[in-house]
């Protein structure tokens, strides 16, 4: 069993950092075993990952935040982190982080059905 739960989300103005935390509770694996991507969703479309961590700790961020946002993996708290600096309008979503067990590289950030999900945390950022 693998639990996700989001936090952090909120409303910022543009310019503004939020970093968004996803707590993860496993009772199989090690948790560092585990890919994790945040991904976005607004009511109009799927925007699809933003940022993944594979079990390498092998980063991968979609080009609309590289430069922008971070994800980090804190092991002894069994965290996933998302920085977000500099936020922008178009940043405005619904946040979830997804975990799959053992994939790394590509098969981990071009992952699309992942097994696990949080339940999400929005993000609204104003001009």
């Known amino acids: 069993v693998v639990k996700l739960v989001e936090s952090g989300g909120g409303s910022v103005q543009a310019g503004g950092s939020l970093r968004l935390t996803c707590a993860v509770t496993?009772?199989?694996?090690?948790?560092?075993?585990?890919?994790v991507q945040w991904i976005r969703r607004t009511p109009r479309a799927d925007h699809g990952g933003v940022a993944a961590i594979d079990r390498d700790n092998s980063t991968r961020y979609a080009d609309s935040v590289k430069g922008r946002f971070t994800i980090s993996r804190d092991s002894t708290k069994q965290m996933i982190y998302l920085q977000m600096d500099n936020l922008k309008p178009e940043d405005t979503a619904m946040y979830y982080c997804?975990?799959?067990?053992?994939?790394?590289?590509?098969?981990?950030?071009?992952?699309?059905?992942?097994?696990?999900w949080g339940q999400g945390t929005q993000v609204t950022v104003s001009s």
């Open positions: 496993v009772t199989a694996y090690d948790f560092n075993d585990y890919c």
């Open positions: 997804a975990a799959e067990w053992g994939d790394t590289g590509t098969r981990c950030y071009d992952n699309k059905d992942f097994d696990y």
